[in-house]
């Protein structure tokens, strides 16, 4: 194997190795989503670039489906309404492009699912602690840097003891499929 590749399937690999300790946080994530959406609440996830898209994923595999064939789940992607989101950018500020979705949206019970691979996105922390404030549980995805999370009282953060932000995306990936997977089999199996 090329030793380009090689190192970086090498890195990968101790990372997952390594986030196999979370796997009781993983579990605990999902079932606090699982029962916020079986008493009827929305999910809401957001992130920037990689980590928008991420979001939006996920999203798509709570309302369509990951396994099973099921009912869709309420569950909207913060990161894809491009009028709402430029609106709020353009007359407002960008810092604002979620905080205020949830301000709009969110109730409490649901639930805001922030991304940020460095654990320090204004937009994504300010819509944690609009969540927080409406009574929504707060969960983030995060690399290795997770002190302004904590700062902002997010109640579960699952991150990912790295900074290089490919690779805290790829393990970010997999632990959004595992969360998905595991809401989809609480809820239906």
Known sequence: MDHFIQKHVEKRLRLLKEF???APAIHAAAER???CLKKG???YAFGNGGSA???????GELVNRFYLDRPGLPAISLTTDGAGITAIANDTD???VFSRQVEALGAPGDTALGISTSGKSPNVLAALGTARER???TLALCGEHRTALEQADVEMILSVPDSDTPAVQEIHLFILHLLAERIESLLYS
């Open 20 to 22: 196999t300790s979370s």
């Open 33 to 35: 989503v699982a029962a």
């Open 41 to 43: 609440h929305r999910v």
């Open 53 to 59: 898209s991420q979001a939006a994923h996920f999203a």
């Open 94 to 96: 960008f810092k604002k």
């Open 135 to 137: 009574g929504m549980f």
